[in-house]
């Protein structure tokens, strides 16, 4: 299984864009109002520099897994203890992933069909992909749907221009402060964050160096611009108030366009290329937790058959999820914010980053 730079460039813009585009901008503008897009600004840094750390970390060792070099740095008790928040956290985010188009699927066009049936059908095809493709496939189908997302996403902006009002974004700062500002960024910056998860994907890009980290720097930065981009559209379609009440605030705004009395219906095409964005980054976390749990027991070779304990796991979990259905706020706020980005995204890749530069300085001070 081998993948490109540019297919990893993007597996990380379908990955950061298709999900965000939808979840993260309700939290910000509640918080943040008008000066949501401040936020933004905010948070890509935050994502960029996470991302910076993790793909700096992984070029350090680029023929191994974050469950592999973790062991060659920590030592294998120490190394495989630490990775174990990353495995709980790529379990509880398929679940999320799934609830969310549940949901969203439910209140589009499904109204009626059990959760089930729409959970079982996204599993079934991503188990299929992934076990007979693994992250190759995952790759291919990137690299091709990729461009029609951006395509997709610059016809929205440029055929919603009309709807948009300056004034909308006034005034800047006085009505929110550092404050707010500040705590509005966090949920962004945790799902831009999501990219230190590719640490488990540098031993299979072709030729892991540079370049690799180009394209994940890239793909972070370029999500950035069109997250901004998004959030900013929405705030000058609706205004903040509106935009901070609504669930899924840029799909509301996509249903607006209207031109010429036969461009219309927009949101079909948002919600399949959508779906399509939810497929893969579901496929990518299933491979990594999968690939992750073979390693971490120490039997690499029997990936797939942890796969198959792996989907049906994640069928129970999101059932759970569905059944308990307790607020997003409170997944969001109260354990993605306060443990995952701590912790997952920002202490242990810089603890591993700063163990494996000290290792490596002795290692050259010995040999001279």
């Not at 990775?83 to 999320?96: A, E, G, R, T």
């Not at 072709?206 to 998004?230: D, M, N, Y």
């Not at 669930?247 to 036969?262: A, I």
């Not at 749990?293 to 759970?320: C, H, R």
Request: net charge positive.
């Amino acid at each position: 299984m081998k993948i490109t730079n540019r297919q990893l460039f993007w597996m990380i813009m379908m990955m950061e864009i298709g999900i965000n585009l939808l979840i993260s901008m309700t939290a910000t503008i509640l918080y943040a109002k008008q000066d949501a897009w401040i936020s933004y600004i905010l948070a890509s840094t935050g994502g960029l520099t996470i991302t910076f750390i993790a793909a700096s970390l992984s070029s350090r060792h680029p023929r191994q897994t974050l469950i592999e070099f973790s062991v060659s740095i920590l030592g294998k008790w120490a190394g495989k203890l630490i990775v174990i928040p990353f495995l709980l956290q790529w379990f509880w985010v398929m679940s999320l992933i799934l609830r969310d188009e549940f949901l969203f699927i439910r209140l589009s066009v499904l109204y009626k069909t059990p959760s089930w049936v729409v959970i079982g059908t996204m599993i079934g095809v991503v188990f299929y992909t992934v076990y007979h493709g693994g992250i190759e496939a995952v790759g291919k189908v990137s690299e091709l749907w990729g461009p029609i997302l951006m395509l997709i996403l610059a016809l929205t902006f440029g055929l919603t221009f009309n709807n948009l009002s300056w004034q909308m974004l006034l005034p800047v700062y006085a009505d929110t402060g550092p404050g707010p500002i500040l705590e509005a960024a966090l949920a962004p910056t945790s799902l831009l964050g999501e990219a230190v998860s590719l640490m488990m994907l540098f031993p299979f890009v072709e030729h892991p160096g540079k370049g690799t980290r180009k394209a994940l720097l890239l793909g972070v930065a370029i999500s950035s611009f069109l997250l901004l981009l998004g959030v900013v559209w929405v705030v000058m379609t609706f205004g903040p108030a509106v935009s901070g009440r609504l669930q899924f605030p840029f799909f509301e705004m996509v249903k607006l366009v209207y031109l010429m009395e036969f461009i219309q219906n927009m949101d079909i095409f948002v919600m399949a290329v959508w779906l399509v964005c939810i497929f893969v980054k579901l496929s990518i976390y299933m491979f990594i937790t999968s690939y992750g749990v073979a390693q971490w027991i120490g039997k690499t070779g029997i990936w797939k058959q942890t796969l198959g304990y792996v989907a049906p796991l994640t069928f129970i979990l999101t059932m759970v999820v569905i059944i308990m259905n307790p607020p997003a706020g409170l997944l969001l706020k109260g354990i993605w914010i306060r443990y995952v980005l701590p912790v997952n995204m920002v202490a242990i890749p810089l603890f591993l980053w700063m163990v494996s530069v000290v290792k490596g300085r002795r290692k050259k001070s010995r040999r001279a």
